[in-house]
């Protein structure tokens, strides 16, 4: 969550207290920042979407409907959202680093 207050509602805040969620926000205007964590994960979406596809059609399969695809996605969460893929995307965008320099010059204060 980017930290707007339309965001942070009262109403919301109760919902996600009473379903046990923990909620993450992030500085005003920061977003772009954490924006190329987005593009490792989305190559790895479409390429298994890609190949899911192509299986489809290969199997000759007629039906594909929301369940099918709800299926689907849990097996691609599982094999996107690895350890290895995590490091290797945060390490590729220097948004963790030993050096405050280095996160410092990606956003203007």
Do not use: C, G, P, W
Request: net charge positive.
């Amino acid at each position: 969550m980017n930290n707007y207050e339309s965001h942070l509602t009262y109403e919301f805040l109760q919902y996600v207290d009473f379903h046990n969620i923990v909620i993450f926000t992030l500085f005003l205007h920061s977003t772009h920042v954490t924006q190329s964590l987005n593009v490792r994960i989305f190559q790895l979406m479409k390429h298994y979407h890609s190949k899911m596809i192509d299986e489809i059609i290969r199997l000759e399969s007629t039906s594909f409907n929301k369940q099918n695809f709800l299926a689907f996605f849990i097996n691609l969460r599982v094999k996107i959202f690895t350890e290895s893929n995590i490091r290797s995307t945060f390490k590729q965008t220097e948004l963790v680093s030993y050096s405050s320099k280095v996160m410092l010059k990606k956003v203007r204060v």
